[in-house]
Nanobody, 131 residues
């Protein structure tokens, strides 16, 4: 059974940094579309960043460009989300997501906006940014 486990969330002040990690089990991250999503209370789930691990291509929602970086650590079957210059509006539960398909990395497919690309979801890790 595929399992995605997030870690690294916490409480920081505005301007601070956090690094989220997502470890996959019963699932190999090679040549997969994987992403990070977030959901704040009372708001819809929002895609934040996506990576196609086959060629390291990445995409981001406009609100985090230049501040967040998604990456893979293949040896640990893990993806990360490095977040800097955090703002109070980044406060949310952050979820890792993964595609069941292999080799689907098109620029219109593997994006944070295409939630249909993701079949597996983690339980989430909370990020709270205070002003």
């Amino acid at each position: 059974q595929v399992r995605l486990v997030e870690s690294g969330g916490g409480s920081v002040q505005a301007g601070g940094s956090l690094r989220l990690s997502c470890v996959a089990s019963a699932y190999t991250i090679s040549r997969r579309c994987m992403g990070w999503f977030r959901q704040a209370p009372g708001k819809q789930r929002e895609g934040v960043a996506a990576i196609y691990t086959g060629d390291d291509s990445t995409s981001y929602v406009d609100s985090v460009k230049g501040r967040f970086t998604i990456s893979q650590e293949r040896a640990k079957n893990t993806i990360h989300l490095q977040m800097i210059s955090l703002k109070p509006e980044d406060t949310a539960m952050y979820y890792c997501a993964a595609d069941a398909s292999i080799g689907y990395g098109g620029s219109r497919y593997c994006t944070p906006g295409n939630q249909m690309a993701y079949n597996y979801w983690g339980q989430g890790t909370q990020v709270t940014v205070s002003s």
